[in-house]
């Protein structure tokens, strides 16, 4: 086995071993600051040290490894992914990137390239225990404020809490926030697209924009039994009408995503109508302006389901992150890598959000895609080809390369 194949099965393992750090027995559940992150930041860290990177944990639970350069005065290349995950996950998610980045890293050997190689683990992503996703990077570029700090998980506990209970300092978030640099992120594709074209690897042009919104449908709860459906006002009946005209006018319109992904009835008794419904909607379209106005159409579709039921209808709208473009000198830079490793060059847009639309705020930006077999993710059989990392690892140590030769 070659020694790059070596490094990428150790790359699996080590995802692996991050994969049983998890809120949860049987399945990977690892949300914003919960214990499990503790486990995973002391082996990440343990992977930095030993790949000669300083590391320190920062206060919104980024973990971050420091490879120094040659000159002080360098900007940065910044290669970072999350370690958070959804509810019952897959391994590679996330955590794949931030293993890729310490490979690139443990590739060099020792040597010292003129600029520094930053290494982030961001603390949340998904937006599972809050709602809203990216604390992590937000808290790189500045953008953690006190609305999100004050927003609340299901258990009642603040950002600003949980920062704290963790043992991490919210009134320093501002202190971590990076000024300059070049960022680079490596992620599986999440889609069928490259394996369906048989390639290992994509390069990615524009991450799509989502919108996050939380629904909440309100009727009277009743009586199953005694009370006739023409006199009901049942709520999860008036939801599933809408999350059906939803689902329908997405199908409809092209390149346009819906999803409603959590939904909870109340009071929840198989014997009482539902009074109450909270669901969540997920909206994503390459075109700004498509996704917002199918949220509005949404949103009125829901208004004219709830006057006709007697319901009362609310929104919370939780998350408008526009589509955001890569760089395009490091989108080349990185293609002309793929190239070089005799690899197809394949450019694609991003259907799932990451952290690089936020680092791209302040800093070119750069994503390089691993093919996803059998187009899972978000699910425990999410699965990745070791010689697509090790595909992945070639590229990389090419784009460094290009980047140490003067590259954007
Ligand atoms: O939901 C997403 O787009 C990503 O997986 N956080
Ligand atoms: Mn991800
Ligand atoms: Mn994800």
């Known amino acids: 086995m070659t020694a790059i194949l ?5 790359i699996v393992s080590r995802c692996r071993i991050l994969a049983s750090y998890s809120e949860e027995p049987e399945f990977l559940t690892r949300t914003f600051l919960s214990s499990p992150m503790r486990a995973v930041h002391a082996d990440v860290g343990n992977w930095m040290k030993q790949a000669g990177m300083s590391v320190r944990i920062d206060n919104a639970g980024n973990i971050r490894g420091c490879y120094a350069g040659t000159s002080c005065s360098a900007a940065p290349l910044i290669i970072g992914s999350h370690l958070d995950t959804v509810p019952h996950a897959g391994a590679f998610d996330g955590p794949l990137g931030v293993l890729l980045g310490i490979g690139l890293v443990e590739m060099l050997g020792g040597r010292r390239l003129k600029f520094p190689m930053h290494v982030i683990g961001f603390s949340e992503e998904e937006g599972v225990r809050f709602g809203v996703p ?6 790189l570029t500045g953008d953690v404020d006190n609305d999100l700090l004050a927003r609340m998980d299901s258990k009642g506990v603040s950002v600003e809490q949980a920062i704290r209970e963790f ?22 594709e999440q889609g069928p697209v490259l394996e369906s074209l048989d390639l ?12 996050r919104l939380g629904v909440r449908f309100c009727g009277q709860a009743n009586h199953a039994g005694t009370t006739p459906m023409n006199l009901r006002r049942d709520a999860l ?6 999350m059906q005209a939803v689902e329908h006018k997405a199908r409809a319109t092209a390149d346009l995503v819906a999803t409603v992904g959590q939904i909870e009835a109340k009071p929840g008794a198989g014997n009482v109508i539902p009074g109450e419904v909270s669901l969540t909607l997920d909206v994503r379209h390459g075109s700004d302006a498509t996704r917002r ?32 473009s890569m760089d395009g000198a490091l989108t080349d830079g990185l293609a002309r890598a793929v190239e070089d490793c005799d690899h197809p060059v394949h450019r694609m847009n991003s259907g799932a959000g990451h952290d690089a639309m936020i680092m791209a705020r302040r800093m070119p930006a750069a994503m390089l895609f691993l093919r996803s077999p059998g187009g899972i993710s978000h699910y425990p059989d999410e699965a990745v080809f070791v010689e697509d990392v090790a595909a992945a690892l070639a590229v990389g140590a090419k784009f460094v390369n290009f980047l140490e030769a003067g590259g954007e």
């Open 237 to 242: 009946a008036g939801a599933a009408e809408w």
């Open 293 to 324: 106005e199918n949220v509005v159409a949404f949103l009125d579709c829901a208004r004219q389901i709830a006057t006709r039921r007697g319901l009362n209808v609310s929104f919370e709208k939780r998350l408008d992150q526009p589509s955001v």
């Open 134 to 139: 990216f604390i992590g990077s937000r808290a």
């Open 6 to 10: 070596k490094h990428a099965n150790e």
């Open 167 to 188: 043992g991490l300092d919210p009134a320093r978030i501002g202190e971590d926030s990076v000024a300059a640099g070049r960022y680079l992120e490596l992620h599986i």
């Open 200 to 211: 290992p690897l994509g390069v990615v042009e524009t991450i799509v924009g989502q919108s």
